[in-house]
């Protein structure tokens, strides 16, 4: 049974950094694209980063671009988002998602088939 599992969530004040990390299990995920989106309270869930699977094209919402930065390590079957210069606009429950196999990136909820609990960050103003 396919699983991914976030891990790096907290509280971080304004200006500060968290590295969230997904670990992917009961599949080989080495060939789909994976992805991070968020969903703040009373939000819909959105698109944050994205990367294929030789770590090579990346995408990220602009709203999040030169502060964030996506990243993947096949070996262990994990992604990670490294997260810079939080603001509490950030604040939301981080979700990681994988593609099925052979596919690239996408910026859309529906292209993913899994998906992970959450992890909460949460940026106080």
């Known amino acids: 049974q396919v699983q991914l599992v976030e891990s790096g969530g907290g509280l971080v004040q304004a200006g500060g950094s968290l590295r969230l990390s997904c670990a992917a299990s009961?599949?080989?995920?080495?060939?789909?694209?994976m992805g991070w989106f968020r969903q703040a309270p009373g939000k819909e869930r959105e698109f944050v980063a994205a990367i294929n699977s030789n770590g090579y094209t990346l995408h990220y919402a602009d709203s999040v671009k030169g502060r964030f930065t996506i990243s993947r390590d096949t070996a262990k079957n994990t992604i990670y988002l490294q997260m810079n210069s939080l603001k509490p606009e950030d604040t939301a429950v981080y979700y990681c998602a994988a593609r099925s196999a052979f596919s690239t990136t996408s910026k859309s909820r529906a292209d993913y088939d899994y998906w992970g609990p959450g992890t909460q960050v949460t940026v106080p103003s």
């Open positions: 009961g599949g080989t995920f080495s060939s789909s694209g």
